[in-house]
């Protein structure tokens, strides 16, 4: 088999046509949809999601799972806001305290799979409803607004004609792709969600990097938080619900599989375009959000169907 046909029969590779095909349909469908102010639109729409689908790259390749990164977006949201109007903070001093709230939250889940060895499905199923109880516990059904101007320009502002919360999904892109393909840790990711027990006979600090990838999961998550409330001029404590299922769909769509050992953010990406306009196509298009679910899951169905079907191919 030439080194062509396996880099078509690659799941990034028909991810990628998939994308193409998918944006011509909706493109002809409406002509709003290719306009450059909707194309932008959707990208601010989708930085929370793609934030935190970057570490959730790593945790599944892991072989791992984090369910409770919606909640921990919900609990930051909260905690900004009660810093900020109810403890009488500087808005910059309550930033820095939720992502380090967030931090400590990923860490404290990295801790109880490492070190207490709970599988992490009921590791971050657990800490998912005790971060959201937390959130409704302490906003008491209270929202918080009136931020300042200056705080909005993260969220709705844009920078050499591009959203500002852009250039920082960009930047968390960019440093995880380089960090999974480049670096000794990125290779013990891969080891980990291979054979956690081989890489572990082979002297690979695999607690230490399965604890800094949920504690980078917690962080990430927190400016995700940031980033929404600085988007929407408010805070709630059930922002984030469900942002977990979108996370994980986004991540699997793009190649990672949920077994471990297998995956790359660059799929990740793909995966979270090809999500989201599909959401904005059937929504210009007159689908309702239940329709526009369904196509989702079909498309990830034959998206992964299609991939096992050519890696089989390709090792005959």
Avoid at 47 to 67: K, N, Q, R, S
Wanted: aromatic content about 8%.
């Amino acid at each position: 088999m030439t080194a062509m046909t396996r880099i078509l029969i690659r799941h990034e590779a028909i991810l990628g046509i998939l994308f193409v095909v998918v944006l011509i349909a909706m493109a002809s469908q409406n002509d709003r949809f290719l306009t450059t102010a909707n194309l932008l639109n959707q990208a601010r729409l989708m930085t929370e999601v793609g934030l935190i689908a970057i570490p959730m790259t790593f945790v599944i390749v892991t072989g791992g799972i984090d369910l409770s990164v919606g909640s921990i977006l919900g609990l930051c949201a909260i905690l900004l806001g009660v810093f900020w109007q109810n403890l009488g903070l500087p808005l910059p001093a309550a930033i820095g305290l939720s992502l380090a709230a967030g931090t400590a939250a990923g860490f404290a889940n990295g801790l109880i799979v490492t070190r207490f060895r709970v599988p992490p499905l009921i590791a971050t199923l657990a800490t998912l409803a005790l971060y959201r109880g937390l959130a409704e516990g302490i906003s008491q059904a209270r929202s918080v607004r009136g931020y300042p101007d200056w705080f909005a320009v993260l969220g709705r502002g844009d920078f050499l004609g591009i959203p500002t919360q852009l250039w920082l999904f960009a930047l968390v892109a960019a440093l995880g792709i380089f960090i999974l393909r480049f670096t000794t840790f990125g290779r013990t990711t891969y080891a980990i969600g291979n054979n956690e027990a081989a890489a572990e006979f082979s002297g690979l600090p695999v607690e230490r990097t399965k604890l800094l990838i949920y504690t980078a999961s917690g962080f990430i998550s927190a400016l995700a938080a940031i980033v929404f409330v600085s988007r929407v001029s408010t805070t709630r404590s059930d922002m984030g619900s469900g942002i977990e299922l979108e996370v994980i769909t986004a991540v699997v769509l793009g190649g990672t599989s949920i077994f471990g050992g297998r995956g790359m953010v660059i799929g990740t990406l793909i995966g979270l375009c090809l999500m989201q306009i599909l959401q904005n196509g059937l929504s210009l298009s007159g689908v309702r959000g239940d329709g526009t679910t369904v196509v989702i899951g079909a498309v990830l169905i034959v998206a992964v169907l299609i991939s096992n079907l050519l890696s089989r191919f390709s090792s005959d």
